[in-house]
Structure formats: structure tokens, C-alpha cells
């Protein structure tokens, strides 16, 4: 059983250089993120074969649609063995109930996950497209509904890590991107966080990108990541 922590995202174009990059890396030692360019580039074919490689596979299509739509994508997701497969919480409760109930059937379902407010807004970029207040008032009335409709958990940023793991179920997942290790680039996110605050701050699981898939020797910083996450873990 993978009990690993860490996400890795493959942001690869190219499935051959994904595929690469996975011959470096030993499946029991993190998990992968498969996100929407690489899917539509590879299709079902390449999660299945990621799966067969014996890799948990998070399916990350963030599904925003009427709720019938959104229900039978995530059954089409869930038959492909995935791991754990999410959704926009803007989408609604009725949609979000409707994925939850879609998977009912499943006898082995995936983890079902809602995103709340993707890492690379802030405050100004949700006030333009007419959200007033703050990120954490969103992400946690969000992460509420998301609760409600019977989600496993949400997608947030570290900096609500806090505020959310003070306010949902144990139960409840909190999955973390925006993760980097001390001295890493920034890149595209903004509301970042070490692995080890992260952690400590209430996360069950981050999802790191360019720190491993552009590391010399990815194994290395797997490694030391995953004793950063040990000791920072209650």
C-alpha cells in the first residue's frame, strides 16, 4: 500500500518525457498528478498505464459543469482506477451532490475532491471577476459546501491550511499545491508553503511539481522530503 504524502504533478507536454522522468522514480515513494495538458495529449491510455506501473494517479480535470455532466465524467474517471479524481466547488452543491452520487455504485471509488481557490489568484483577482471579501472567507464557506455535498476533501491553498483543518471533519482532506522546499522557485503560484509548515499546519497530502520533475536526481529530493513530512507529522 502506497501510504506516501507527496504528489508529484507531471507538467510534461511530451508523455515519452513523463514516462522518462518515472523511470527515476520508484512508484511506492510518492504518488502523481496527471493534470489537463498531459491528459489531453495522452488520453486514458497513458493514466491506465501509469496505474499498470503501480502508481496512484490523481486525475486532475477539475470538473465544472452541470451536474449530469460533471456525474458521469467522474465516473468515466473513477473506471480508470484512478486514485482520487476532483471537481470546482463553484460548480455548486447540486453538482458536486451529483458527482458524490455518481460513484455510489463504484465498489472501490476514488477520493473525491472539490477545488476551492486556485493558488495562482489573489485577493485582486477575485474582486475582478466580481467576488468580493477574502480568499480565506471563499475557500472556507467553499470547503463548507463541498462538506455538505459529501466531498472527501478539498484542494486549498497552504495559507488556509489552518483555518480549515481548525474547522472541518478529521476525516476531510486537505490536499496542498503551491509547495515548495526552502530556496525553491516560486514560479506561477502565490500563496506558497515549505512541506514541513504545510504539514504541521493540517495538510494530508501536497502536490510538488517542478522541485522534483526538474531535480538532477528526483529520488534524492523525494527522499528528503519525505523526512521533512516524518518529522513535522503530529
Given at each position: 500500500m502506497n501510504n506516501s504524502r507527496i504528489i508529484v504533478a507531471l507538467d510534461y507536454a511530451d508523455p515519452a518525457k513523463a514516462l522518462?522522468?518515472?523511470?527515476?522514480?520508484?512508484?511506492?515513494?510518492?504518488?502523481?498528478?496527471?493534470?489537463?495538458?498531459?491528459?489531453?495529449?495522452?488520453?486514458?491510455?497513458?493514466?491506465?498505464?501509469?496505474?499498470?506501473?503501480?502508481f496512484?494517479?490523481?486525475?486532475?480535470?477539475?470538473?465544472?459543469?452541470?451536474?449530469?455532466?460533471?456525474?458521469q465524467a467522474c465516473v468515466a474517471a473513477a473506471d480508470l482506477g484512478v486514485?482520487?479524481?476532483n471537481v470546482h466547488a463553484l460548480g455548486g452543491f447540486k453538482m458536486m451532490e451529483a458527482a458524490r452520487a455518481a460513484l455510489s455504485s463504484n465498489p472501490n471509488p476514488p477520493l473525491l475532491i472539490a477545488v476551492t481557490i486556485l493558488t495562482s489568484l489573489g485577493d485582486e483577482d477575485i474582486h475582478a471577476v466580481g467576488l468580493s471579501g477574502s480568499i480565506a472567507q471563499h475557500v472556507q464557506r467553499l470547503a463548507a459546501l463541498a462538506g455538505q455535498a459529501g466531498m472527501n476533501g478539498v484542494v486549498c491553498s497552504a495559507h488556509e491550511l489552518a483555518l480549515l483543518h481548525a474547522s472541518v471533519d478529521k476525516n476531510f482532506c486537505l490536499v496542498t499545491p503551491g509547495i515548495r522546499p526552502a530556496g525553491s522557485a516560486q514560479d506561477d503560484q502565490r500563496r506558497i508553503m515549505t512541506p514541513g509548515d504545510a504539514i504541521t499546519?493540517?495538510?494530508?497530502?501536497?502536490?510538488?511539481?517542478?522541485?522534483?520533475?526538474?531535480?538532477?536526481?528526483?529520488?534524492?529530493?523525494?527522499?528528503?522530503?519525505?523526512?521533512?513530512?516524518e518529522i513535522a507529522t503530529p
Amino acid at each position: 500500500m502506497n501510504n506516501s504524502r507527496i504528489i508529484v504533478a507531471l507538467d510534461y507536454a511530451d508523455p515519452a518525457k513523463a514516462l522518462q522522468f518515472l523511470d527515476r522514480l520508484e512508484p511506492g515513494s510518492c504518488r502523481l498528478k496527471v493534470g489537463k495538458e498531459l491528459f489531453c495529449r495522452s488520453g486514458p491510455a497513458f493514466v491506465s498505464k501509469l496505474i499498470n506501473l503501480g502508481f496512484d494517479v490523481f486525475l486532475d480535470l477539475k470538473f465544472h459543469d452541470i451536474p449530469n455532466t460533471v456525474a458521469q465524467a467522474c465516473v468515466a474517471a473513477a473506471d480508470l482506477g484512478v486514485w482520487m479524481i476532483n471537481v470546482h466547488a463553484l460548480g455548486g452543491f447540486k453538482m458536486m451532490e451529483a458527482a458524490r452520487a455518481a460513484l455510489s455504485s463504484n465498489p472501490n471509488p476514488p477520493l473525491l475532491i472539490a477545488v476551492t481557490i486556485l493558488t495562482s489568484l489573489g485577493d485582486e483577482d477575485i474582486h475582478a471577476v466580481g467576488l468580493s471579501g477574502s480568499i480565506a472567507q471563499h475557500v472556507q464557506r467553499l470547503a463548507a459546501l463541498a462538506g455538505q455535498a459529501g466531498m472527501n476533501g478539498v484542494v486549498c491553498s497552504a495559507h488556509e491550511l489552518a483555518l480549515l483543518h481548525a474547522s472541518v471533519d478529521k476525516n476531510f482532506c486537505l490536499v496542498t499545491p503551491g509547495i515548495r522546499p526552502a530556496g525553491s522557485a516560486q514560479d506561477d503560484q502565490r500563496r506558497i508553503m515549505t512541506p514541513g509548515d504545510a504539514i504541521t499546519s493540517g495538510a494530508n497530502y501536497l502536490v510538488i511539481g517542478r522541485p522534483i520533475t526538474a531535480a538532477s536526481d528526483p529520488m534524492q529530493v523525494l527522499t528528503a522530503i519525505t523526512a521533512e513530512i516524518e518529522i513535522a507529522t503530529p
